[in-house]
């Protein structure tokens, strides 16, 4: 962490006075009891748990209640809305101490809650580390991730006759990509924010109406109910954040319709518990410490091992949390931190590992009329009549055993219609929209968190400006985020349409990652991520995007979309196979030939040498080495040599086996 970066939260830490990890169960119960009691009543029991939540989570805030007024209001208490206002925090802290531009975040909901989007990649992880949050404390929350793998099947001919693509993430050296679970993902961020001085209040409801979307360039007067005494309160803003996901709360107000394209899918899931070995999974080079795809003509599954934390209360939660942030905080020497079973025990926690699995399907699928032998709602039929199409999948699906309601009841299986939209404009004359409120296409290459966080940089880097400037220069700032936003979601979708596409085929499949990770990680841009700093990280961030808007990627994408026009099991021929390879092939080709995209392919890919060539699974299994298991408790740790530790166990491993290996193409 940098020295600058340590000392600012150092002193915020202090000055702040947060919470003192043995104290606050009994202060904050007190400060809970007292509230109840100057309502004169007390709620029901599911609203007391509620209220518990959110007036603990708002006592940690620098300055208590709802303000008069702020600077910018931000709709919606989720990753992006907190990634928005850390950065936009940050950059001011660095600038001027004595941070004058004010922030508060309003979430209806009482606490941080389930979200899926469980992935993250590289770009956010290089954002933790700029903002000043290490390895070491996010290992102990979160599962680890080294990279990508890509499974590619066909529902006839030999079960084994399957294609594979493997890819390494960044290694455990640089930063951390992980498997989340995104409530306490936020929940760690909420923290992190209060700690900054903004202010995040949970239970806390805007009213978003025709007079808040139309408000006036100079300030709005935002109505606010409150969860906790059903009153309604008011703040007044200078700008408005709509950062309200999915919901896209001010678009809808403002009687504008979100498009949907065409080509759409939609998403059936649930959780899982993986009992057999590893080595079990029949699936060529199958590791957990991947986010695993399993690809059909249909569409597409991911699977996820990830760690849970449900069950355990919140305010334990927060303890354990603010003790890291603490450690993390103070530069604690990676080793020095406590493995993960240390704070479950100290703070009397629930933790057990659980997958997440679930199927993204083209919604032109088209389904048997009769479904009810496939189980008993509508996700549960249609996830379970897929697998059972193909013979591999079944087979692997064998090794997993179904969580019921790991979420509470009726949360066994979830269903999301409709995926890709896009908002058709993201500013107002007094607002802006951030996150999934600009638009989302689909979970294939995790864009929601980590292509997606560029509108929250983007914006949280010109809010200072839009702020300063007069009606006619705020206009001039809205018209440049509209510039900024209107072809990113569009060049996303035809991404994760043209992979679909190739889908329909496994000898086509591998070549959507193989174009991914040439134009996505081969730029000048995340070449150089090691680079970046607060200062110019927005060159990164805002401008990543997977190389979905590289001119060159759009023509071939376009074209092979054209190619594969039809239904998911529409015949795909031989010749037309051929067609397609070859037009990939010269693209490849002549995307390398610029020299413009570099990497050390054969380390970066299983099965791929320096010069993209296709070795074969047996030929050429060998890549960098950047993760291990645990020699005692066998779980998945990154490398680093100053990780010697088990996160999760604590054990003590050689400096050597805790060191990356760079594979070398002999």
Request: charged share 25%; proline share 4%.
């Amino acid at each position: 962490m940098s020295s600058y970066v340590q000392q600012l939260l150092l002193s915020l830490t202090q000055g702040f006075h947060l919470l003192n990890v043995e104290e606050t169960n009994k202060k904050e119960q007190a400060k809970i009891q007292e509230a109840v009691n100057n309502e004169g009543t007390i709620p029901q029991s599911t609203d007391t748990e509620e209220l518990v939540n959110a007036t603990l989570l708002n006592s940690l805030n620098a300055f208590q209640g709802l303000p008069e007024r702020s600077d910018v209001v931000v709709v919606g208490g989720g990753i992006h809305s907190l990634i928005f206002a850390i950065h936009t925090r940050t950059l001011e802290l660095k600038k001027d101490k004595a941070a004058s531009t004010s922030i508060t975040v309003l979430e209806k909901s009482s606490s941080p809650g389930y979200k899926i989007g469980e992935s993250t990649l590289t770009v956010f992880g290089v954002w933790l580390k700029i903002i000043g949050i290490d390895s070491p404390m996010l290992w102990r929350l979160f599962g680890p991730k080294d990279g990508l793998a890509f499974y590619y099947f066909n529902d006839s001919g030999d079960p084994e006759d399957y294609s594979t693509f493997v890819a390494n993430g960044p290694a455990g050296d640089f930063v951390a990509t992980l498997q989340i679970e995104r409530k306490i993902s936020e929940l760690m961020l909420t923290l992190f924010a209060q700690r900054l001085g903004i202010t995040v209040l949970h239970g806390k409801e805007v009213v978003v109406d025709e007079d808040t979307v139309r408000g006036t360039e100079e300030e709005t007067t935002v109505k606010v109910l409150s969860k906790e005494n059903k009153k309604e309160e008011s703040i007044e803003a200078r700008l408005l954040v709509d950062a309200s996901g999915r919901f896209h709360r001010f678009v809808s107000k403002s009687k504008s319709r979100v498009e949907r394209p065409e080509f759409n899918t939609h998403a059936f899931w649930a959780y899982w518990e993986c009992n057999v070995n590893e080595k079990d999974i029949p699936l060529r080079d199958y590791e957990s410490v991947n986010t695993n795809h399993i690809c059909i003509p249909e569409g597409w599954a991911w699977v996820i091992r990830l760690p849970t934390w449900e069950g355990s209360p919140l305010p334990n939660l927060i303890n354990m949390i603010n003790h890291l942030l603490d450690l993390n905080a103070a530069n604690t020497p990676a080793d020095a931190y406590p493995s993960t079973g240390e704070p479950v025990e100290k703070f009397d926690l629930k933790f057990r590992w659980v997958v997440s699995i679930g199927f993204a399907l083209r919604s032109d699928v088209v389904y048997p009329s009769d479904l009810t032998p496939y189980g008993s709602c509508e996700a549960e039929q249609k996830f379970n009549w897929v697998v059972s199409k193909y013979a591999k999948v079944t087979e692997f699906m064998s090794k997993f055993t179904l969580i019921d309601n790991l979420y509470g009841p009726g949360t066994t299986w979830y269903t999301r219609k409709n995926l890709a939209f896009r908002s058709p404009h993201v500013t107002g004359e007094n607002w802006m929209a951030v996150g999934d409120a600009t638009g989302f296409t689909n979970p294939l290459y995790s864009p929601g968190i980590n292509a997606n966080m560029a509108t929250s940089i983007y914006l949280a880097e010109n809010v200072g400006e839009y702020l300063s400037r007069d009606a006619a220069g705020k206009r001039e700032v809205r018209e440049k985020y509209e510039a900024f936003c209107e072809k990113r979601i569009p060049n996303l979708q035809r991404m994760n349409e043209f992979n679909y596409r190739l889908f329909r085929n496994p000898a086509l499949g591998p070549l959507g990652p193989l174009w991914q990770y040439l134009i996505g990680t081969g730029n000048s841009r995340f070449q150089g991520a090691k680079t970046y700093t607060l200062d110019n990280c927005a060159e990164l961030l805002t401008a990543w995007d997977w190389g979905a808007n590289e001119e060159t990627y759009i023509a071939c994408a376009t074209t092979t979309c054209k190619l594969l026009e039809g239904l998911a099991h529409g015949l795909v021929s031989a010749e037309l196979i051929k067609k397609v390879q070859a037009l990939i092939k010269k693209s490849l080709d002549d995307v390398v030939a610029t020299g413009r995209f570099k990497g050390r392919w054969s380390g970066l890919f299983r099965y791929y040498d320096d010069d993209l060539n296709f070795l074969g699974y047996e030929e050429k299994r060998e890549r960098d080495v950047l993760a291990r298991r645990c020699e005692r408790c066998g779980e998945w740790r990154m490398l680093r040599p100053d990780c010697c530790k088990c996160p999760f166990c604590a054990y003590e491993h050689s400096v050597e086996a805790s060191t990356k290996i760079l594979f070398e193409m002999k």
